[in-house]
């Protein structure tokens, strides 16, 4: 079988790196691949370890981040339906089986797929209606009828990006198939044990919260957390881990001396792979207001960490709360205090909820069931291509 894949960026961000995960597993299954890419970045040396053939064409993104005026949105529409020629030809060339979008975030490959008349898959790992910035260039309804119409089948990432798109799209017209996440998966308790947070004293109660520092990601919400704890006589730290929008990082920092937490919080930047930060902390934060999959949360549980997550979108499909987790209400930083206070105080139920997270975690996300179910999908795709032919 011959698989291509549209990606939007060839950065290493959550879709990138789910994209990785599927590659390296349908590989394993004697499945061949070629990725599609916008530029070079980051992830063409992942393509090439993974022996991964891929191919460089300009396509721009169908919606943006603030509305653009009427010319720039249909200049933007012309030049992906003229990057979509160029890769249909591709496509018939390679004599690919399926086309698979990697994203909402552009309708190239659909088109693409549609002039090679090649089955197409639409992979949905965000959802638009969490950000009211995003305008689409043809309109949010008309490009909900085309993911529809131009997708043989869309896979969701969790039942709550299905629900958002359920609002256009029938229901049973999504798939929800879980990623695969492998990253810490295979150290085992005494390795972890053995990682210490940087530079801090073994009695100092370690916190972190990864991701991009964007509003939305809640950075600012751990902080006056942090803050609230500090007040109430706990020795604490915050790890911030990752880079983002710079006046939002700026905005973080400033906020971080307005509570007088210079020594308390530590901004690491951008980090490859945080699965050993996350290994030295006592317990993790997902503050985010809503998350499509909070890939960074399964890497916590398979490291055995306990977890507080807001209570929004996919966190609530992988957290049971007091059980492999603990939930609080988005925005309520006291009540994420509390709950960090809780931990602190208690060590055997952190160690309990971090064991209960790692026993549910560990058989949900591994590469073989991601790759399988995304196979099994595309066989029978191409098998009802053949029968009504």
């Known amino acids: 079988m011959r698989i291509c894949f549209i990606s939007h960026t060839a950065a290493r961000n959550g879709a990138e790196l789910a994209l990785l995960e599927l590659l390296k597993g349908l590989s394993t299954l004697n499945v061949q691949c070629l990725v599609f890419v916008p530029e070079k970045g980051p992830l063409v ?6 022996d991964i053939d ?3 064409v300009s396509y721009p993104w169908w919606w943006k981040l603030r509305g653009k005026s009427l010319p720039r949105r249909a200049l933007r529409t012309l030049g992906g339906l003229a990057a979509a020629t160029r890769i249909a030809i591709m496509l ?3 004599r690919c ?98 990682i210490h947070y940087p530079t801090l004293d073994t009695n100092v109660f370690k916190c972190a919260i990864v991701g991009s520092l964007q509003p939305w990601k809640g950075q600012d919400e751990a902080i006056k957390a942090l803050s609230e704890i500090v007040r109430r006589g706990i020795d604490a730290h915050l790890l911030i881990v990752g880079d983002g ?8 920092r400033n906020q ?27 317990v993790v934060l997902m503050c985010s207001r809503w998350e499509a999959f909070a890939r960074v949360m399964i890497e ?5 960490k306990a977890v507080i997550a807001s209570a929004s979108g996919g966190t609530m499909e992988q957290i049971h709360d007091g059980e492999t987790g603990l939930l609080y209400e988005r925005g309520n930083h006291v009540e994420l205090a509390e709950k960090i206070q809780y931990l602190y105080q208690n060590p055997q139920a952190r160690l309990k909820l971090g064991q209960a997270a790692n026993d549910w975690a560990v058989g949900r996300f591994t590469q073989e069931r991601y790759a399988s179910e995304m196979l099994d999908l595309f066989k029978g795709i191409l098998t009802k291509e053949r029968t009504s032919a």
């Open 45 to 50: 040396p992942e393509l090439d370890k993974l």
């Open 245 to 252: 929008d710079s006046l939002f990082t700026t905005a973080l």
């Open 92 to 94: 018939r060339r390679w």
């Open 256 to 282: 971080v001396k307005d509570y007088g937490l210079e020594h308390r919080v530590t901004f690491t930047g951008y980090v490859n792979d945080p699965t050993r930060l996350i290994q030295g902390t006592d």
């Open 300 to 304: 916590a549980m398979l490291a055995r």
């Open 97 to 194: 089986d399926v086309v698979v979008t990697n994203t909402v975030a552009i309708s190239t490959g659909a088109f693409a797929a549609w002039l090679a008349r090649k089955p197409h898959v639409w992979h949905l790992h965000e959802s638009p209606y969490r950000d009211s910035r995003i305008t689409f260039d043809l309109g949010i309804r008309l490009s909900m009828r085309l993911i529809d119409r131009l997708s043989t089948r869309i896979v969701a990432v969790s039942h709550a990006v299905a629900d958002d798109y359920s609002r256009y799209i029938r229901r049973d017209r999504l798939r929800v198939v879980y990623q695969s996440i492998t990253s810490g998966a295979g150290l085992s308790q005494d390795e972890i044990g053995g």
């Open 54 to 56: 891929w191919r460089v």
